[in-house]
């Protein structure tokens, strides 16, 4: 009887909705469902932007929209929680006097995805979606711009890069050391010469990323296989094909990654290990992130240290700069030199390179320099900021 009377009182609350299951944060799209809030205001809410959801950064004045060019800004790894979606460095600079004429010409839009779940094909889909809705607002000649920064760069590339129609209606984009073949530091295994190379700090990266991002491990893993195949050409050939042409790819490189943070310290893969053993994965990545274990892993592969030794601390600039490793395989000195730059710029003439910046550096300014400045190693002119040589980039 007294069961009898607990399971009344289970249906009776459940019927009267007084529990729910919870929902997830990510809902499936469907056809009524509208990503793209043209009414929504980004700037307004201070920066409090809806999950999977592309949104102007200000109100648009719907009698303008005939005489401006969206602009879309895609972007990285858990930036989803930061102001702006970590787009506030390329949005002052924007709103600078100097560059008055660009904000007129321009209505900027805000994608947000979510990073810290399986959620890759829901971003690509709500991606889709929304910049099928941004065209459809907009009148049929209209072309937009792309900014992407790291991952935001595979998602876009997902999303319309192998979309014929899609991809042409985007007149240009510029990509932020985005991993197009993806990072060897979220390999487990890399197998090199048939040999499979397992090192500690691919497993403790690999396994923390499974755990944080459990979509990342398996979608920007590195792609190429080390050895040449048909299947690689395949893939270096087809990916992001329509959308390829039109990136503007920027990369950066760091020296001693050590030395400056730990001087002390005679290995950096021996600090990481024992900074590592507490299995806190969220410190694991931080670690890798910050204190650029990559260059260190990379040691790990013999014979074939070229491949990766040049990174920003997680994306090697073959990845980011769209260079088929298996044709181009110059980078093995000890220090990129005038003829690597060369060719760099043959293979690639309108990508960007820079010395000394680390991968976070690329949106994320240090608070005591906010506007650091550096010099294009393949165009070297004058310095400027990474926001500066964005907005120049989409203006030409």
Known sequence: MFSQLIFFLISLIISFGFFQPSQPLVQEIDSSYSVYKPEWSVKKNNGDLKLNSLA?????????????????????????????????????????????????????????????????DQSIKSLRVGIQELLSDYPKDTQIKIVVSSLGGPIVC??????????????????????????????????????????????????????????????????????????????????????????????????SPYNKAHPKQASGKQWFIEESKDADYKKIWNLTMHYKICSEMTRQLDGELYLFSYNDGLVPIYSALWIDPHKNRFIDEKFINEDILREIKDLNPKARL???????EFTDTDPQNPNKYVVDLLHPMEKKTIAAFIIEDLKN
């Not at 002052?92 to 995805?113: A, V």
């Open 56 to 120: 102007p950064y200000e109100l648009i004045d719907e009698s303008q929209k005939s005489k401006k060019i969206p602009l879309v800004l895609v972007h990285g790894v858990v930036s989803e929680f930061k102001p702006y979606s970590n787009w506030d460095f390329l949005l002052k600079e924007i709103e600078k006097s100097q560059n008055k004429d660009f904000l007129e010409n321009h209505s900027i839009y805000i994608f947000r995805y979510q990073t810290t779940n399986d959620s890759w």
């Open 158 to 255: 997902d999303a319309i890069g192998n979309n014929e129609v899609l991809s042409g209606r985007v007149s240009r984009s510029v990509s932020l050391s985005s991993p197009f073949w993806g990072t060897p530091l979220l390999n487990r295994n890399l197998s090199v010469n048939g040999y499979s190379k397992l090192g500690p700090i691919n497993e403790l990266l690999f396994d923390s990323t499974h755990v944080l991002f459990p979509s990342l491990d398996s979608h920007i893993a590195w792609k190429l296989p080390l050895n040449d195949s048909d299947e690689s050409k395949e893939l270096y050939q087809n990916y992001c094909k329509f959308l390829k042409p039109k990136m503007i790819n920027y990369s950066g490189f760091i020296s």
């Open 354 to 360: 820079f010395k000394g910046i680390n991968h976070s």
